[in-house]
């Protein structure tokens, strides 16, 4: 059973940072890419930046330039390193993972970032 656990969530004020992290149950070269998602109160689930097997990044355009998404191949982790947060980045942030054979999406349990103005 795969699992995903993320951490790093909270409250910041409006212009700061935060990192969050997601450490993978098994090595991330299982998974043809492993991403960032969120999901604000009333909104449908967004993905906010991704990472393929081959270490290529995407960005929601949202996000271009203030959030990176990296990863540490020996330890199992992803990160989301969020600069200069605004209110709306306001909601859940859950880490995901893509199996391709089986075809199979995985979730983290989710954590909350809260940014107040």
């Known amino acids: 059973q795969v699992q995903l656990v993320e951490s790093g969530g909270g409250l910041v004020q409006a212009g700061g940072s935060l990192r969050l992290s997601c450490a993978a149950s098994?090595?991330?070269?299982?998974?043809?890419?492993m991403g960032w998602y969120r999901q604000a109160p009333g909104k449908q689930r967004e993905v906010v930046a991704d990472?393929?097997?081959?270490?290529?990044?995407n960005y929601a355009d949202s996000v271009k330039g203030r959030f990176t998404i990296s990863r540490d191949i020996a330890k199992r982790m992803v990160y989301l390193q969020m600069n200069s947060l605004k209110p709306e980045d306001t909601a859940v942030y859950y880490c995901?993972?893509?199996?391709?054979?089986?075809?199979?999406?995985?979730w983290g349990q989710g954590t909350q970032i809260t940014v107040s103005s």
């Open positions: 995901s993972a893509d199996r391709v054979l089986p075809r199979i999406k995985y």
């Open positions: 098994e090595s991330i070269f299982s998974f043809n890419v």
């Open positions: 990472i393929t097997i081959g270490g290529v990044t």
